[in-house]
């Protein structure tokens, strides 16, 4: 039986269990212990080819920058700078392992709301290709500390441009209530007042509209902002900017598999699904930008012009698989005193006066923090039994000390489903992969409850598997007290 989540090449069943580029995710998981993170190099690969598509429908260059903070471990860099994009960052940090990977400084641009000192010194002696301000103030301490240093930097502007998308709430960046960037006056001022400084040299602006876009008309709204920005600082101050940044925010269909999808509210499947083709955002939006130009006389302003994306989830998100392996078993009687009506009714679907089977996996917010804060929905397989019918429902949970930690939502809204399928009579000992789980998870890992970071294991484009990071061990929980 093919499976709904399967994908040609990348995911597979074979002798019923699951396959990440040929290679047996069953016995990674024996060999390496879960839980467990499995990247493919080839899927990478696929999805950067997917965002150059961009190149052909736009008269300009694009710059892509890989957005480290959705997954930055060296061995991923690695694989990204092989690709031959460029690289976003967001702290002094990230643009350290930036640059110990071998990004160059032309490949870097560095976004952030709270930059210190120390970083911005760093950007500039590495000569980025932008620092993206954020601010006024933070304009004056890049220019204070460029002329410190007697050199020049390179800058581009954080606007907020005000677009709203049906995204999650804690994904959305382009709102006056967000707390990111300048508002279009300041950047006038900005532009005004440094227009003339040796130490910086005003390169582009700057947006992002937010993670997991499911309208792919919002990029179209984005351009134009910047658009009518670059005519009207060329119109007050004379300077004709080389770049506009379109930020990243494509989405992923974390709901290719649609089992639970009648379990979604409507603005929670319409995102999880989103599925459109960055190429078609950025064709519309490029040609929605050339004809006003051509109609207002200001094509001059998009001479000379690069395009730059800052993608992450799109890039990352499909290519990494979590594996995990259920730790212990037991049923509870199904009780619908306490939960809403919406979650009672889901419950009801299922036989009357049945118990649940719980699951509770070696897999928790500590690894994949979303599924708490953002209730993020990652499709659940069986590795070990992928290819039967998936046709019994459980209750799944992670494996901390805290009530939080479990795969439906507790709270009650209903925004994740409250069982998930899996094949008949799961027991302790069976692999589980989560899927769509590249991106944000280990990112945002932590030893809550004195728990391991996992290691990682990078499935290379020649078929190779090999760890590009180790399991923690006792040590590493205590390495940094004093
Ligand atoms: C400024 C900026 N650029 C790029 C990204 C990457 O977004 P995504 O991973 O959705 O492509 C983010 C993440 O939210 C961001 O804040």
């Known amino acids: 039986m093919t499976q709904a989540w399967q994908i040609e090449n990348f995911l597979d069943v074979r002798d019923d269990h699951l396959h990440i580029d040929g290679v047996d995710a069953v016995e990674l998981a024996r060999e390496h212990g879960t839980p467990l993170f499995v990247y493919s190099e080839s899927r990478i690969r696929h999805n950067i080819d997917r965002l150059q598509k961009s190149a052909s429908v736009i008269d300009c260059p694009l710059k892509i920058c890989y957005a480290a903070k959705a997954m930055s471990t060296l061995g991923i860099l690695k694989a990204v700078k092989d690709s031959g994009i460029d690289i976003e960052v967001n702290s002094g940090g990230e643009l350290w392992k930036a640059l110990k990977v071998g990004f160059t400084g032309e490949q870097i641009i560095f976004n952030g709301t709270s930059k210190e000192v120390w970083e911005i010194e760093n950007a500039i002696d590495a000569g980025i290709y932008a620092i993206q301000v954020d601010s006024l103030f933070e304009f004056s301490l890049i220019e204070e500390t460029a002329k410190r240093l007697s050199k020049k930097a390179n800058v581009s502007l954080r606007l907020v441009p005000e677009i709203e998308t049906g995204t999650h709430s804690g994904l959305q960046t382009a709102l006056l209530t967000s707390k990111f960037g300048m508002m279009p006056d300041e950047a006038f001022e900005a532009f005004r007042k440094y227009k003339d400084s040796p130490h910086v040299d005003l390169r582009g602006i700057h947006l992002h509209i937010g993670s997991q876009n499911p309208e792919p008309h919002a990029y179209a709204d984005a351009f134009q902002m910047l658009f009518e920005t670059l005519e009207r600082i060329y119109k007050e101050t004379g300077i004709k900017l080389g770049h506009v940044n379109l930020g990243g925010g494509f989405p992923v269909n974390y709901l290719r598999d649609r089992m639970h999808s009648a379990e979604f509210p409507r603005e929670q499947l319409e995102m999880f699904s989103a599925d459109f083709e960055p190429a078609t955002a950025i ?7 050339k004809n006003i130009a051509a109609d207002g006389g200001s094509t001059e302003v998009l ?36 939960v809403p009506a919406a979650v009672a009714e889901a419950s009801r679907r299922r036989d009357a006066g049945a118990t649940d089977n719980w699951l509770l996996t070696d897999a928790g917010f500590n690894i994949l923090l979303s599924m ?111």
Request: charged share 25%; aromatic share 8%; net charge negative.
């Open 283 to 289: 064709g519309e939006a490029w040609k929605l930008v």
């Open 303 to 338: 001479d000379g012009l690069t395009l730059l994306l800052e993608p992450g989830r799109s890039i990352i998100s499909d290519a990494g698989v979590c594996l995990t392996t259920v730790r212990n078993h037991k049923e509870r009687p199904v009780s619908n005193a306490a």
């Open 372 to 482: 708490e804060t953002y209730k993020w929905y990652y499709h659940l397989i069986s590795a070990d039994r992928a290819g039967e019918a998936y046709a019994s429902s459980y209750k799944l949970a992670g494996p901390l000390c805290d009530g939080g930690d479990v795969y439906f939502d507790h709270e009650g809204h209903n925004r994740l489903p409250d069982h998930r399928l899996l094949p008949a009579n799961v027991e302790a000992g069976e692999i589980l992969a989560l899927l769509n789980c590249g991106a944000y998870s280990l990112a945002q890992a932590s030893q809550y409850n004195g728990r391991f970071l996992p290691p990682v294991v990078l499935i290379k484009q020649d078929g190779s598997a090999g760890l590009i990071r180790r399991r923690e061990t006792f040590e590493d929980l205590i390495g940094s007290d004093v």
